[in-house]
């Protein structure tokens, strides 16, 4: 028989930087006990699902006990009794209670930790590791990790222009190797900076360097790369955050002191990409420009043009893009959609469409590796983490370092041991 719920309970634990957040533990009648928790972004698109914040002084705002009572006098009551294997009337259940378009009332954050919990519950009912019940039999292959090396944006404290200047490690055999490789990138940038400045601010992880410009970014990730060992193994990619960029009273975007038009704008990303190993540009425009986004691929057919705060794991503005070909390639965080089924929908119907998929955590993590086993199921390429140094960014690392070991000889790698040297034009710094 389907294990169905007996109780579910949430409260207020804090993320890993010490935002408030909830968690659910949901318990059986067959004994099974599970718990769930959900992050939070710092910079958020206006379109994705809303956290419901308590507002007040208490955590200058962001305590989440109402949230906390809508799953315990709300959303509880009505799901006791449900088989935990169906998902998706679950998910349905919780976007009807709710009612409205983007999970205001009841809020994202407690929506989304009882779906995630009665994912975890369907899974340990059935005997399956969460990402073989998500994704089937065939869910075999790692992702690529993507990390921010060098924080930047309005929430960071280096004056420089974009939010996440980032890596890939593409060129290696296995996600274990690629790991070794992301440590030693890490800890070799930050023994470079420490020489050049002394002690460098961290933001979220990354170094918030006193660099100047996004060359001198470039140049100095790539110095650290040469420095680990791993010239030609190693991608650049940009979070742009183009909305942060965006001047809309002129239509003109700021970059580097200089208000740039969109043709010139679009020419700068070009310039990038010719000189560097730039294989990712991140929200490149504001929210809603998914004309823009559509050009930009066009010129960089062979590179990852990615929608975050365009799409917002939304399959309805997922489809504008994929009509328009606005981007090549979906960020999936499962916070946006606000329910599991809903951001495993977004990524079917990205790969249905032949677009990528990345799966992302946010800047307010918990300890959940719930990501990890998503990005397996769905069969995405890579995977956003951050840098390898908080416990809230390694419980992922680990969990998709266990699942390797489990899959064994069956393990697949997204990279490959053959490197970039193919993608590398001839006037492209290595």
């Not at 023994?191 to 970014?217: F, H, I, M, W």
């Not at 975007?253 to 704008?265: F, H, K, Q, T």
């Not at 719930?370 to 680990?398: M, Q, S, T, W």
């Amino acid at each position: 028989m389907t294990a169905v719920i007996r109780s579910i309970e949430a409260y207020e634990i804090l993320t890993g930087p010490g935002r408030p957040t909830v968690e659910v533990e949901l318990t059986t009648d067959s004994g099974i006990q599970v718990t769930a928790s959900v992050p939070s972004g710092t910079s958020t698109g206006s379109h994705e699902a809303k956290a419901l914040f308590d507002g007040g002084t208490r955590f200058r705002g962001y305590g989440v006990r109402r949230a906390v009572e809508n799953v315990n006098g709300i959303i509880a009551p009505a799901l006791c009794g449900e088989g935990v294997t169906s998902q998706e009337k679950i998910d349905r259940q919780l976007i009807d209670m709710d009612g409205t378009p983007n999970k205001e009332k009841l809020g994202g954050n407690a929506i989304l930790a009882v779906s995630l919990a009665v994912a975890k519950a369907g899974a340990a009912s059935l005997g399956l590791p969460l990402y073989r019940y998500l994704g089937g039999f065939g869910a075999n292959r790692l992702p690529v990790p993507i990390a921010t090396l060098i924080a930047g944006g309005k929430h960071s404290p280096a004056l420089l222009d974009f939010e996440d200047y980032l890596i890939g490690l593409d060129g290696f055999d296995d996600f274990v190797s690629a790991v070794d490789a992301l440590w030693e990138i890490h800890h070799c940038l930050g023994s470079l900076l420490t020489k050049r400045y002394g002690d460098v601010p961290n933001s979220g992880g990354a170094y918030a360097p006193p660099l100047r410009g996004n060359a001198e970014v470039f140049e100095t990730i790539l110095d650290a790369v040469e420095k680990a060992g791993c010239t030609g193994r190693v991608s650049l990619g940009l979070d742009v955050v183009g909305s942060d960029l965006y001047l809309p009273e002129k239509g003109r975007y700021r970059i580097s002191g200089r208000e740039l038009d969109l043709d010139e704008y679009i020419a700068y990303f070009l310039e990038l990409t010719r000189i560097y190993p730039l294989e990712l540009i991140e929200d490149p425009f504001h929210e809603d420009d998914f004309d823009s986004q559509a050009k930009l691929t066009a010129l960089l057919p062979t590179k990852r043009i990615v929608g975050d705060d365009l799409f917002v794991t939304n399959s309805a503005r997922l489809s504008q893009g994929i009509r328009c070909k606005a981007g090549n390639t979906l960020l999936l965080k499962v916070n946006q959609a606000g329910t599991v089924s809903e951001a495993f929908q977004a990524g079917m119907l990205a790969k249905r469409n032949d677009f990528g998929v990345i799966v992302s955590l946010r800047s307010n993590e918990t300890n959940d590796s719930f990501i990890a086993d998503l990005a397996v199921a769905l069969d995405a390429e890579r995977i956003k983490l951050g840098g390898p140094v908080r416990g809230e960014r390694n419980a992922k690392y680990n969990r998709l370092l266990r699942i390797e070991r489990q899959l064994g000889a069956g393990a697949m790698f997204a990279g490959s041991s053959a490197g970039l040297a193919a993608l590398a034009g001839p006037e492209q710094r290595y």
